[in-house]
């Protein structure tokens, strides 16, 4: 298959390098790393060692391929539909944090918008340089749940280049819990600049999994079946399988960057807003980080 990956990025990089073992990549980055791939070719290290030739732009206008995959930060989702409408895709995907994401690219491209989950750890170390620090999964499916054909073929093109892959019929439960992770783990981990083992236990663990009950709730409100022990499990799950990992969210408050807070936690609380349901704690985290990105200007 044809890929295009929209905001190469640390993910999008790796999911890009993994694929181009198998299939034609095109990489849409920013400079320099763009200009080093196109150049040089695609490192990939970690819990990999490889050199793999990928195409690289800076452009993402008029491009064409079987698949894009948009992996954008939450607030630049728009960009990248606006620029993704000008090509022709068969289909899109999403594997971006936040929720909302998929809906946004509906509203602006034709081809069917898939909604997926990835797990894998990456850091962009250099231009032209990606480093995989854990093995995880790639979970993909119809946005709105149940069988998709896209999903079926494009889910078989990851798992032909080597990437663990689940084709599910179930995403909008997986990406409520997702988002439950990510609401617990990634403004913890970013206000107490700690790695994402320290929410294993202690008053971290506590206001994490929080966190997560408040998001099951609203998920429940939303018409998701998400019990509270099946996301606060999901947060333990993520922090000692990742305990060593430095949250994305941490990685863009000790960069200076503009954190996903609002797709996060923000959410919740909106979402929660309208259900008539208090999410406290998000609450607090989101205003925190929010408070931070006042003062710090990113």
Same mark, same amino acid.
């Given at each position: 298959m044809n890929f295009v990956v929209f905001g190469a990025g640390s993910l999008g990089t790796l999911v890009g390098g993994l694929l181009a073992r198998e299939h *034609?990549?095109?990489?849409?980055?920013?400079?320099?790393? &763009? !200009? *080093?791939?196109? @150049?040089?070719?695609?490192?990939? &290290?970690? @819990?990999?060692?490889?050199?793999?030739?990928?195409?690289? =732009? =800076?452009?993402? !206008?008029?491009?064409? *391929?079987?698949? &894009?995959?948009?992996?954008v930060k939450a607030f630049h989702t728009e960009t990248a539909a606006r620029e993704l409408a000008t090509g022709e895709f068969d289909a899109v995907l999403s594997l971006q944090n936040g929720m909302g994401n998929e809906d946004l690219l509906a509203a602006h491209l034709d081809c069917p918008v898939l909604a997926g989950t990835a797990t894998y750890g990456a850091v962009l170390t250099e231009p032209g340089r990606v480093e995989c620090t854990g093995i995880g999964e790639v979970v993909l499916g119809a946005r709105d749940g149940g069988q998709s054909d896209p999903a079926d073929r494009i889910g078989t093109a990851f798992s032909a280049a080597g990437i663990e892959t689940t084709i599910a019929d179930d995403m909008p439960r997986r990406l409520w819990e997702k988002l439950a992770v990510n609401a617990g783990i990634n403004p913890t981990t970013a206000l107490a600049r700690v790695e994402n083992g320290a929410l294993r236990s202690g008053d971290a663990e506590e206001i994490a999994a929080t966190a997560a009950r408040e998001t099951a709730a609203v998920a429940r409100a939303e018409g998701v079946k998400l019990p509270d022990e099946d996301a606060v499990a999901a947060v333990r799950t993520v922090a000692e399988a990742t305990a060593a990992n430095t949250s994305s969210m941490r990685q863009d408050v000790e960069a200076g960057r503009r954190t996903e807070i609002d797709a996060i936690n923000g959410y919740v609380v909106a979402r929660g807003e309208k259900r008539d349901i208090d999410t406290p704690v998000n609450r607090t985290l989101a205003g925190l980080v929010k408070a931070w990105e006042q003062e710090n200007g990113p």
């Open positions: *034609a990549v095109t990489l849409v980055a920013r400079d320099p790393h &763009a !200009t *080093a791939v196109r @150049e040089s070719g695609l490192s990939v &290290a970690g @819990e990999f060692d490889f050199l793999v030739g990928a195409d690289a =732009t =800076t452009d993402g !206008t008029d491009r064409r *391929a079987d698949c &894009a995959i948009v992996t």
